[in-house]
T-cell receptor, first 116, second 116 residues
Framework: AQTVTQSQPEMSVQEAETVTLSCTYD???????LFWYKQPPSRQMILVIR??????QNATENRFSVNFQKAAKSFSLKISDSQLGDAAMYFC?????????????FGTGTRLKVLA | GAGVSQSPSNKVTEKGKDVELRCDPI?????LYWYRQSLGQGLEFLIY????????KSGLPSDRFSAERTGGSVSTLTIQRTQQEDSAVYLC??????????????FGPGTRLTVL
């Protein structure tokens, strides 16, 4: 069974600095999808970025980028020029692409604090 | 357009009472998920609906939990004879497909359930 591990329960970053949140996963599949979701205090989960495992290029979305290391089964999220609004819980998630398989496996989350 | 909505936003109930949590998915989304998020934990899959197919109830923690999806749209999660360990945030998400190539889940704001 697939598992997702986020080993950093909490991280802090100074405003305008860069922070990296780590995520590792375990799977025997060669093709899959990885996601980072943000959950601010409002509880609304928001998709930050997604990565298809068959793509070698790391996904980027504005200030957010990932470092996808398929062999190491690592999927870290880098936030550049951190802003106060980035403070939230961040969840890493895995999804199999197999037809009929629809479950997302979530990590336990990393709470990011942004210091002014 | 409108996102996923959930009601109520907060629910406080007494141990032993029944509760109903409602989810209105994005119009046209055929897949609907329910998750439970306990304090400091990740998201725990509860149940999945896809179109007219039989739902996957494999994540429901006990027979006190049940869910319906009427007309392929609105879903209701019912917890009977609530226990204190049922206290959590219950999140609903919907997506276009739910199978095959990964689709993006859109989450509602959740219902915070407190069982006294």
């Amino acid at each position: 069974a697939q598992t997702v591990t986020q080993s950093q329960p909490e991280m802090s970053v100074q405003e305008a600095e860069t922070v990296t949140l780590s995520c590792t996963y375990d799977t025997s599949e060669s093709d899959y999808y990885l996601f980072w979701y943000k959950q601010p205090p409002s509880r609304q989960m928001i998709l930050v970025i997604r990565q298809e495992a068959y793509k070698q290029q790391n996904a980027t979305e504005n200030r957010f980028s990932v470092n996808f290391q398929k062999a190491a089964k690592s999927f870290s999220l880098k936030i550049s020029d951190s802003q106060l609004g980035d403070a939230a819980m961040y969840f890493c998630a895995y999804r199999s692409p197999l037809s009929g398989t629809y479950k997302y496996i979530f990590g336990t989350g990393t709470r990011l604090k942004v210091l002014a | 357009g409108a996102g996923v909505s959930q009601s109520p936003s907060n629910k406080v109930t007494e141990k032993g009472k029944d509760v109903e949590l409602r989810c209105d998915p994005i119009s046209g989304h055929t897949a609907l998920y329910w998750y439970r998020q306990s304090l400091g934990q990740g998201l725990e899959f509860l149940i999945y609906f896809q179109g007219n197919s039989a739902p996957d109830k494999s994540g429901l923690p006990s027979d006190r939990f049940s869910a319906e999806r009427t007309g392929g749209s609105v879903s209701t999660l019912t917890i009977q004879r609530t226990q204190q360990e049922d206290s959590a945030v219950y999140l609903c998400a919907s997506s276009l497909a739910g199978q095959g190539r990964a689709d993006t889940q859109y989450f509602g704001p959740g219902t915070r359930l407190t069982v006294l």
